[in-house]
């Protein structure tokens, strides 16, 4: 079955949650008429995510120089060495690229399934468009929409979005990317005003506060258009996409 690479949702689609995943896949847009987007992601097994606060990327295994079998073009599955054992489709819904630059083939795979193990056969979603020479090691990461985790202060990986309702750990929903949206906010660095631009705190986990000096190293979440009292919740045009 063809999925649409976006949803196009009302009022109210957005508090969906679920225990096991829906045929909806990890990353895939919830579009309002309204310009207010959302992406689909599991929170991890540990911490249940919580309404109004910033969530990020698992912080990613170093997977890096891996070891892969030759294969001739137009394959789709790839035998990977992994650093260590891998679960059942832990890299499902993730990504797989040539990492050296000699015997290389070239573009960036999306990982459909994978046996557990260490040395497994990753099956791709689409046949590669290159041949796999003897010199290739390979490069995986697993979706950044699995199994996320509120942000440590500062961030330790990529932001995926603002949880828009409370969700149990382990479970299934949508993490708002774009658009209004209410923000726990700090004031510990540099407090939000309305009309600049706010970033995920550095000292409260899961918080916005507004942007730092000129060169900082931070990436900004969003626009606030109304301020609030520390430890409340602002409002954010959220653009992290």
Known sequence: MTLPNE?????????????????????????????????FCSVGASVAAIAGFLYQSEVPTLNSGLAVATHAAGVTSLTVTFG???????????FIWSDSNAGATTGMYKIKSHPAGTAVAVTLWVPTNE??????????????YKSVI???????????????????VSTYGWFQTHGPCAVNNVTTSVNAAIGKLVMASANTNGAVEGMTAAGDDEIP???CIEDEATTEFLGVFLTLE
């Open 7 to 39: 949803i196009h949702g009302s009022e109210g689609d957005q508090f969906n949650a679920y225990t096991t995943q829906p045929k909806i896949r990890l990353g895939q847009s919830l579009v309002f008429d309204d310009g207010r987007r959302f992406r």
């Open 221 to 223: 979440v969003g626009q």
């Open 150 to 168: 509120i942000h440590p202060s500062p961030p330790t990986a990529m932001l995926v979005g603002v949880a828009v309702r409370d969700l149990a």
């Open 131 to 144: 041949a796999i020479l003897a010199a290739t090691t390979v490069s995986a990461i697993k979706s950044p």
């Open 84 to 94: 260590g054992a891998v679960t059942l489709n832990e890299y499902a819904d993730g």
